[in-house]
């Protein structure tokens, strides 16, 4: 029987389809209406934006009772483990606490509540129950970053810009951020061993970047360079396209940054709060995926695009 991992996912008001769209990058499946994704596929949560945790299935019930009839039949055994349980909803009418001590008491060695060497994850909604070992959580490091000492009103929040890395790129591959402003996307990325280069043409940018990277003691590529005479090869990009108040000429300036980066990397993701889909079309880019990004009145979008001619 194929192993599963049951991952579960936050999927903050309005962001279901970016929440949803990691994970299916990720993990290859979709989350169900309680965050909860089943996949055979088992991925290093660490790096998740909205994916939180990664748990290793051990069994299923449709019961506490055939539950714990299972792991007496298992023979489970661990020193200084820990049981958790997440009810989802929250609003399930259960005590986590006696459940977990309930499902405790089953499970052979000692238990260790504080600094638990194993965690025993349970997770019951109305219908079903999965029991499983915890294998990886998100590090959370995006609320790191968003204390990073330079920053600007316009820059991309930091959660946001994991999101978008883990969309188009994975640990050992080489992601370009043509427009890197004070560097959120290329710390993302290489806080998570994704090989990052950072251009921009603004030096108090690359300034920025640069401090921001010495300030997490991160590595990466940073240069001063027009995003229009960019070249070279790339796994992917990874950009928050610059806009401002003259639309008109923002437009021009984005129809020649997309031109020249069409060549660059077979995949990309591009931020930005106008519609590209057609400008995209029209250059060559294959558009895969439009994903809103609501935020009070500010609507981004993600063009998530491919190259058939790399």
Not at 261 to 274: E, F, H, N, S
Request: aromatic share 6%.
């Amino acid at each position: 029987m194929t192993q599963q991992y049951i991952y579960l996912v936050a999927i903050p008001f309005q962001l279901n389809e970016l929440a949803s769209a990691e994970s299916i990058a990720l993990t290859g499946s979709a989350p169900d209406e309680h965050g909860i994704t089943i996949s055979n596929t088992c991925v290093d949560t660490r790096r998740g934006a909205y994916l939180k945790s990664c748990t290793e299935i051990l069994f299923e019930a449709a019961s506490v009772k055939e539950l714990c009839a299972n792991i007496r039949s298992a023979e489970l055994y661990a020193d200084g483990f820990r049981v958790s349980v997440v009810k989802k909803p929250r609003s399930l009418s259960l005590d986590s606490m006696v459940l977990a001590r309930q499902i405790g008491s089953v499970i052979g060695g000692k238990p260790n509540l504080s600094s638990p060497r194993v965690v025993f994850m349970t997770i019951i909604t109305s219908e079903k129950i999965w029991f499983g070992r915890l294998l990886s959580e998100s590090d959370g490091i995006w609320n790191a970053f968003n204390q990073r000492p330079y920053v600007t009103s316009s820059s991309l929040p930091s959660r946001l810009a994991l999101a978008l890395v883990n969309l188009v790129a994975s640990p050992g591959e080489h992601l370009l951020d043509p427009c890197c402003g004070t560097g959120t996307i290329v710390m993302s990325a290489a806080h998570y061993g994704i090989c990052a280069t950072g251009y921009d043409n603004n030096p108090r940018m690359i300034g920025a970047t640069t401090k921001n990277l010495q300030h997490y003691k991160l590595k990466a590529d940073v240069e001063l360079k027009d995003a229009r005479e960019i070249s070279g090869r790339f796994d992917a990009v990874a950009t928050d396209l610059p806009y401002g108040i003259s639309l008109v000429k923002d437009t021009v300036a984005t129809t020649e940054i997309l031109s020249n980066l069409r060549t660059c990397a077979p995949k990309a993701g591009y931020i930005d709060i106008r519609d590209l889909s057609q400008p995209l079309n029209d250059l060559g880019y294959n558009v895969e995926a439009v994903i809103p990004v609501p935020k009070l009145r500010l609507l981004r979008r993600i063009f998530i695009t491919s190259n058939s001619d790399q």
